[in-house]
């Protein structure tokens, strides 16, 4: 069986556009307008997904926050694993010949 990737929606192209625009050139020069362009949508087609500028910047920053608490956990499992793996060879060298 073939598997299919999935084609990003509408929301998920505008959002990916918007967070972009903001990391960079700042949350000032976030507009809808801009937001749209940079998606390759049109204005209407933005404004169904997000009525207002700030409704579309509570969905970059809760965004921005999924990926940063991403990166975190993902960096704890990593340490946790070193933690791990050095307390297991610590116990291997300590062991009576």
Same mark, same amino acid.
């Given at each position: ?19 972009? $625009? &903001? ?7 976030? %507009? +809808?307008?801009?937001?749209?362009? *940079? #998606?390759?949508?049109?204005? /209407? ?11 579309? $910047? &509570? ?7 999924? %990926? +940063?608490?991403?990166?975190?956990? *993902? #960096?704890?499992?990593?340490? /946790? ?17």
């Amino acid at each position: 069986m073939t598997k299919t990737t999935r084609r990003p929606s509408s929301r998920d192209k505008i959002l990916d556009a918007a967070t972009a $625009l &903001v990391s960079e050139r700042g949350v000032q020069q976030l %507009t +809808i307008e801009a937001a749209a362009a *940079a #998606a390759g949508v049109t204005k /209407a087609g933005l404004i169904y997904h997000f009525k207002t500028r700030d409704e579309l $910047l &509570v969905a970059v920053v809760e965004s921005m926050a999924r %990926t +940063i608490d991403l990166y975190s956990r *993902a #960096a704890e499992e990593q340490r /946790a694993s070193r933690v791990n793996d050095a307390s297991a060879g610590a116990k291997a060298n300590c062991s009576p010949p």
